[in-house]
C-alpha cells in the first residue's frame, strides 16, 4: 500500500494528478486508520492502463469508461462495449493512415536499418493480432 506521496513518486506523476484521478473515480484508495488514503497494487495497474490509453491520445473520459469495463465488478453495458471497440476501431485506422505515411522513409532505409525498426514494431504487432483473433473468436 503507498500513500499518495508514495505512489505519485512511484509512477513520476505530481499528486495533484493522482489526487484528481481519485476524485474521478478512476482510483480507488481506502483510508488508513491514520485517515491517511492508501493505494494498492490495483491503483498502479490502473496508473499503468491509464498511461497506456494516454499515449493512444485517447481522452480520459474514455480512458475511465474502459478501465470500468475491466474491472469485475461492472456491469457490461453493450453501448460502452460497442462505443469502446469503434474507438479501437478508429484508432488501427489512425496507425495504418501514420504506416502508410512513414512508409516513402522506410523504403530509404539500410537493410539493418529496417530490421532495427521492424524489430520495434514486430512485439506490439504480434500482440494486437492475437488480441484480435481472440476478438474474433
Sequence with gaps: MYRIGEL??????????????????????????SNYRM?????????????????????????KDAIEMMR???VIDQEKVKKHVEQIAGIMEHLEEEIKLIE???????GSEKEQVVSKLSP??????????LLLN
Design 104 to 110: 516513402p522513409f522506410l523504403q530509404k532505409l539500410s
Design 39 to 63: 493505494y494498492s497494487e490495483e491503483c498502479i495497474q490502473t496508473l499503468e492502463l491509464v498511461e497506456h490509453y494516454k499515449n493512444l491520445n485517447m481522452p480520459l473520459e474514455e480512458i
Design 8 to 33: 505519485a513518486k512511484y509512477m513520476n506523476l505530481s499528486k495533484r494528478t493522482i489526487d484528481y484521478y481519485t476524485q474521478i473515480g478512476l482510483l480507488n484508495p481506502v483510508r488508513a486508520d
Design 72 to 74: 469485475a465488478d461492472y
Design 124 to 133: 506490439q504487432g504480434i500482440t494486437l493480432a492475437k488480441s484480435l483473433l
